[in-house]
Antibody, heavy 121, light 108 residues
């Protein structure tokens, strides 16, 4: 069974930093492109960042470019999101989500349960 | 950026009835369109990809249609567990994928 478990969320002050983690199990993590998708409270979904299976290709939404860094450790079956210079508008539940193995296809087939990041003074 | 719109914002339906949800793209996305279901406090769940292909384990009462800029998600006979928010997502413009604002299906 595919499992994605996010952690690392919490309350942080504007300008602060936070590192999110996503632990994967039940599939060959190293073969899949992975993503972070966020959802502000009561709002819709916003793609944040993507990283290919071997970390060769990395993409960011304009709203986070230069502030967030996505990375992965295939040996540890883990995905990360380093978030710096946080703003109030970054407040959201952050989900990790996978792209299908057989691509190039860019819908999100498996999702974690999410971790809440709150940016407030 | 491709802007996705969904209508209606809220759809009130009685159990057993048919629900039809619409999604429109600001420019053609071919058939690169997915639908997700999200229940309160839960992560989104993939329902449909390629505009009309059901994801693994999705009941046959869910069907998708359309191409280009106009898409439809139909739930043929609503069950209690289907009351949720539904989002469409275009993935024609990778990595600039975008989601619609959602349609909430609630009990009439």
């Amino acid at each position: 069974e595919v499992q994605l478990v996010e952690s690392g969320g919490g309350l942080v002050k504007p300008g602060g930093s936070l590192r999110l983690s996503c632990a994967a199990s039940g599939f060959t993590f190293s073969s899949y492109s992975m993503n972070w998708v966020r959802q502000a409270p009561g709002k819709g979904l916003e793609w944040v960042s993507s990283i290919s299976s071997s970390s060769s290709y990395i993409y960011y939404a304009d709203s986070v470019k230069g502030r967030f860094t996505i990375s992965r450790d295939n040996a540890k079956n883990s995905l990360y999101l380093q978030m710096n210079s946080l703003r109030a508008e970054d407040t959201a539940v952050y989900y990790c989500a996978s792209l299908p193995l057989l691509g190039p296809l860019y819908y999100f087939d498996y999702w974690g349960q999410g971790t809440l990041v709150t940016v407030s003074s | 950026e491709i802007v996705m719109t969904q209508s209606p914002a809220t759809l009130s339906v009685s159990p057993g009835e048919r629900a039809t949800l619409s999604c429109r793209a600001s420019q053609s996305v071919s058939s690169n369109l997915a639908w997700y279901q999200q229940k309160p406090g839960q992560a989104p769940r993939l329902l449909i990809y390629g505009a009309s292909t059901r994801a693994t384990g999705i009941p046959a009462r869910f069907s998708g249609s359309g191409s280009g800029t106009e898409f439809t998600l139909t739930i043929s006979s609503l069950q209690s567990e289907d009351f949720a928010v539904y989002y469409c997502q275009q993935y024609n413009n990778w990595p600039r994928v975008t989601f619609g604002p959602g349609t909430k299906v609630d009990i009439k």
